[in-house]
């Protein structure tokens, strides 16, 4: 399991921050509101 930072470093954000707004504007839910879930949004 990874944390947010390197996931959103692994997929080239430098900033959690921007990786986050990303994140939520495509799926309407925080990174954080799917960790350890069985999860998976389609990119």
Request: charged share 20%.
């Amino acid at each position: 399991q990874c944390n947010v930072g390197e996931v959103a470093a692994a997929i080239g954000y430098k900033s959690i921050a921007a990786f986050t707004r990303a994140f939520q504007a495509e799926f309407g839910r925080s990174p954080n509101s799917v960790r350890g879930r069985d999860i998976r949004p389609t990119v």
